[in-house]
Structure formats: C-alpha cells, structure tokens
C-alpha cells in the first residue's frame, strides 16, 4: 500500500507541469466544478467494471448527460444498463438507477488582470447534490443495484498552487434502511500534455459510515490512472479510459475492489461561440 501511494505522489508530480489543469468526472469517480458551458452538452458513454471476487458490478453501457443551463450551471441525468455477479457466479442484468443531479459553481478565482479563462483559473468550488432512485423494474429484488433512493451532497474544488493543480472532493451519501451512510473522498493530480491528450492519476475512498443488520462494514479505497484522448480535430469527440485497485486487501465480504475500470465515448456539443472582431481564433 506504501509503494501504490508513493506512485501515486509521484504521479501526480510528475503530471502536475505548467500545463497541469486536473480534471474531474468521466472517467474518473472524483467530481470537479467545471461545468460545460451555456447551452452545451457533456454526453458520456461508458462501459465500467467493478469487480469484487463477492460481488461485481458492471454499466454495459452508461448514459451520461450533461447540460449547461448558464456559465456555472450543470443538469445532469445518468442512467446505466447493469449487470451484477454474486459470489456463485451468478449474473443479472437489468436497468441500474436513474441519477439525477444539479451541479453549482458559485465562486472561481482567476488570475489578477487577465481575462477569466480556464487556463488561468486559480480556485473553483461548487456543490453537487444528486439522488439515486430506482426504476420500476426487478433490479433489485434481483440484486443488481442498491435499494434507493439515495443521496449524494459533495463539495468539490480545483486549486493551482504555482505549478501543481488539483481536483478534490468530499461527499456524503445518504442511504436508507437497506444502505449505509458513506462518506466519499477523492483527489486528482494530472497534466494536459497538449489540447488532445489528458493524463491523470486519482485516489478515491468511498466508506461506510454506520452497519446494516450484521453485515460488514464496506469500503473501496482505490488508486487508478486515466486520461482523455481526442478523436477528432475539433476535440468535439473524445476516448475516456482508466484503470485501478484497491489499496487495502480484498475480501469477498468487504467490498474493496480488486480492479476497477472505465472505456468509453464523449461527446461535447453546442452553439459555435462567436468570434470577437480583432481576435485571433
């Protein structure tokens, strides 16, 4: 666990250049404020395993959409198709849960002087409430996903301290009868080596705050390595991967992960912004 931590410091080291500007979301678990834009949309497509020598949990595919309503707005809904392995090698696949969410950014800091910009941007915070609710299918009679609903209220920040940019959150999720409260934590440090190639490294804990009945408490402590890669010239199409452990031992009883992973598409679309006369483009 030592060694899996020093490369992740040396990761984040290593990516954190002059051009370092870490970047939350798909792929990744860790959130960040950024938002797409007035009138924009962030569609993701995503296939995503978890997988726990007890249970896995695999999105086959997800939907991921994300529309800017304003410059600091984000509305998002999320809903994946699943498949879930028990220990007996069973499987079910069905409709996974519909997640929907607000996301608001309502203090960025930018350089003095300069106009506000992304790359100039020194501090950002916003807050992300989303629930979880099931749809009305046999999921979880099944055992596919959790019984909802549930709710999730994360803070998430960027902060560049001269050279190094990172990307954190903290969040707690809300379960019900069926589903502990869990805290979620998580930190990116990574570099954009160029305007179509992004690289990034993340630590993630997700834990169980209370017990259910006499089952063990849960806890995926995880450490993963992903990017974005553009497919097209105008950086409207995009690859989205990455791929991870767990850091702590995996048992079939208390839910580390011993691999995690995420391939998928996104889409950026919107209106062309308009030209500034006497700008260069």
């Known amino acids: 666990?030592?060694?899996?931590?020093?490369?992740?410091?040396?990761l984040a080291a290593l990516f954190s250049a002059s051009k370092a500007r870490a970047q939350g979301g798909p792929p990744f678990i860790t959130d960040d404020p950024g938002t797409p834009g007035n009138h924009?949309?962030?569609?993701?497509?995503g296939w995503i395993a978890n997988h726990n020598p007890g249970q896995s949990y695999y999105e086959i595919p997800d939907a991921d959409m994300n529309y800017g309503w304003g410059n600091r707005i984000q509305l998002k809904y999320e809903l994946p198709l699943a498949a879930g392995t028990n220990a007996n090698d069973s499987t079910g696949v069905g409709l996974g849960e519909s997640l929907l969410g607000i996301k608001m950014r309502p203090y960025e800091r930018h350089t003095a002087g300069e106009p506000p910009s992304d790359e100039n941007m020194k501090f950002s915070l916003g807050f992300y409430p989303q629930a979880s609710i099931n749809n009305p299918t046999s999921s979880v009679r099944r055992g596919i996903v959790e019984a909802g609903p549930q709710y999730y209220l994360p803070m998430e920040m960027t902060?560049?301290?001269g050279p190094i940019s990172l990307n954190g959150?903290?969040?707690?999720?809300?379960?019900?009868?069926?589903?502990p409260d869990q805290w979620g934590r998580g930190l990116i440090a990574g570099r954009e080596f160029n305007d179509a190639f992004e690289l990034y490294g993340e630590l993630y804990d997700l834990q169980a705050i209370n017990r259910i009945g006499n089952q063990p408490k849960q806890r995926a402590f995880t450490l993963d390595v992903g990017g974005r890669?553009?497919?097209?010239?105008?950086?409207?199409?995009?690859?989205?991967f990455m791929g991870g452990r767990a850091l702590q031992a995996v048992t079939p009883e208390n839910g580390e992960p011993s691999w995690i992973a995420y391939l998928g598409v996104q889409f950026l679309l919107g209106p062309k912004q308009k030209e500034v006369p006497g700008q260069r483009p």
Request: net charge positive.
């Open 1 to 10: 666990m030592r060694r899996l931590l020093l490369l992740f410091f040396l």
């Open 40 to 45: 924009h949309w962030e569609i993701n497509f």
């Open 159 to 161: 902060a560049k301290i």
């Open 169 to 179: 959150e903290v969040g707690r999720w809300i379960g019900n009868a069926n589903e």
């Open 229 to 240: 890669r553009s497919l097209d010239r105008a950086n409207h199409i995009r690859l989205l």
